[in-house]
Each structure stands twice: as C-alpha cells, then as structure tokens.
C-alpha cells in the first residue's frame, strides 16, 4: 500500500513506544516484591473531582449527548473566560476561545490554519514531539534550535532573531515545558513576541501546564502580551481530566471564523458529555480541590528534585511548573558503561523496576544525555523510586 509521505514523515511518539515496553516488563515482574513504578507517562495520577464526575452523569442521564456548536458550549467558553480573570486578571472574550478535543486538537487546528507547505517553525530543542508533528502534518517543518539551561531550555529571542529566514512563520513555544518543565523568562517572552510580531510572524504558545505553575514569576499566560498570541490550553493537566478528551485555543479574531470552519469540517464538534463535565471545573469547591492538587504536586517536585541531584542524575534547571524532572545521566552512563540515556532508560526499567522516558523523543541536540521522569506518582511511590535508584546508583 502507498502510504503518503506526510504520513511516513511523522516519527513514532517514543513516549509510548517505551510506555509498551515497561507494561510489557511490569507484566513479568508483577508477582515479584518490587512492581513497577510507572514515572514514565506525563498524566496526573488524580481523576476528575467529585463535582466533575457527577456533571458528566447527570448529562448522560439527561440525554445532553448530542452535537454541540463546533466552537463547544458557549457556557463552557464563558467559564474558561472567567478563569483567565478570575486566575491570570486577563480579559479573554469568550468570542476568541474555541473548545477542541484536547490541546492536540487544538494545535491541529492551529497548525492547520497558519502552517503552509514549506513554512518553518521554531521550537526549542528538548520539547514535546506532538507539537513538531503538528507541523509537519500541516507540510511546514518544524526547526528544533538547541536550547541550554542558562535560557531554562527554552528559546531566547536573540536565537529566534538569528533563525528567521524567509520561510519562518512563527514560533511554537510551550510553558512550562514538556519535558523540562521550565518556563520562558517573562522578560525573554516579551522580547521574542516582539521580535516576531516584527516580522509579521505568528507566536504561538502552548500553554497546557499553566495551571501547574509554582513560581509566580513565571506563572502568567502569553496572553497578557497581546491579541495576536495564539495560546493552547487544555482540561488534561491542571484539571485532571486527560481521557475525557478536551482542551481550547485562544486566538486573535480574524482566526476564529477560520478555525470554526475547520473544526466544523473536521471535528463537528468536541465531546459533548466531556463540555458538559467541564462546567463544573471551575465550581469553587473543584478549584479548591486542584489547588490542593497543585500544593501536592509542588510537594513532590520539592522532595524529587534534590533527591535526583544527590543520585548524580542532575536537574539543570528547578522545574517552575508541570510535572517532569529532567534529568542528565551522562555520568550515570559513563560510570556504568551504558551508551545513551536511550539504554540507560531500559537498564532503569529492568534494574530498579522503575518506568522513565529517554530523551529521544524530545530532540536531538542533548537528548541522548537525558531521561524525564514524570512526578505525576504519590510521593510514596516517589520515595521507593528514590532508594530503587539510590540501590542501583554507580
Ligand atoms: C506540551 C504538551 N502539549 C500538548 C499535549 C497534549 O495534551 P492533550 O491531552 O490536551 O491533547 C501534551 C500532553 O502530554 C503536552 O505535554
């Protein structure tokens, strides 16, 4: 069979490639002391809360399952105005939020509206394949600049300035990052949006970690620096709810008629019963319960990032937000004679039973030094991964 080259160009998501494996090997050590720990899947380990999970049955029940506008509900777009007011004090007009089935969804469209075939985008080197994808489903490609941990392995404005040729059309940041879970300095932001806009370029950020942000220095939405920022969110981090499948876009108002017709086209319209749950994210009693969640999340970074820097697997940078350490194993895979942090993951995975993810997916300029764990696992876990890891330490 002919399979289109758009297809072929895209590479495997080793992310869950790895995430095979380890459920593949959890099986077989499953009856022995030492199960798995899975620190290898970026997903909160929490489900929706109460008040979420009761929306969703009520709507089942009350037959509330049918097409909704393909821009999703519109109470649903005005909650998620009234939490950048409420949150970030921006003024987001519900007219400029679409709804989409996952932030996936979301950068899709986006790509899809923006990228033309043989138009560059910039991304930092590590970040999160999908994203490169996207662009390359939308026959742009995408152009990974390495990043270092002086800039939080994010992009500065000055490599964006050096980049840009005549086929860049924007830059395609997020922030916090996957895997690093670092954000742009603010200051750095502004001044890469204005080097862009400059340039009649697009910035466009992927902004699903938001939510889970503890520093406040870094903890503001892209939208605070203009109209013209495309910014993608999503109800999978800070709200818990990655298989219900639902996200949104803000955009400038010149997109959104562009973007309602391709999502009529190519969606009809994201899920109905998960819109409906939704409403009740931003219930106090929900927001009150993810900001426990939030406090607990920054709880584990704060036990598992020192912990990782005394085992020799150095974190460059203190993670601001997200769920993710990033960790270099460089003296680890030399101390141990092992190549990569390609083989140095599995070796992780069948020495001390504990799941991470090799860098591989995320670039290719430092990747083959770092692996990610995700610290989206109860500190118990946490802890017992600590001493597998100390147990197995060169
Ligand atoms: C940076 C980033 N963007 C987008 C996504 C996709 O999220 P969603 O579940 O909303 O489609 C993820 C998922 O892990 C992510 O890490």
Redesign the pocket.
Known sequence: MRIARRAERIEPFYVMEVAKAAQQLARDVARSDRPMIFLNI??PDFTAPPLVREAAARAVSAGHTQYTNAMGLDSLRERIGGWYRQRFHLDVPASRIVVT???????QLACLALVEAGDEILMPDP??P??RHFVSAAEGTAVLVPTTAQDRFQLSAAQVESHWNERTRGVLL?SP??PTGTSIDPAELRRIHEVVKARGGITLL?E??LGLSYDERFGQSALALGDDVVS?N????YFNM?GW???WLVVPPALVPVLERLAQNLFICPSTVSQHAALACFEPESIAEYERRRAEFKARRDFFIPALNELGLTVPVVPDG?LYAWADCSSWCRKLGIGSSWEMAFEIMKRAHVAVTPGRDFGTAQTANFIRFSTASSMEHLREAVQRLKEMAP
């Open positions: 970026g997903e089935a996952g932030a996936s969804a979301a950068l970040s999160y999908c994203n997020a990052s996957n992927d699903i970690y993608v999503s109800f999978s981090k990655t499948r639902l996200g997200a």
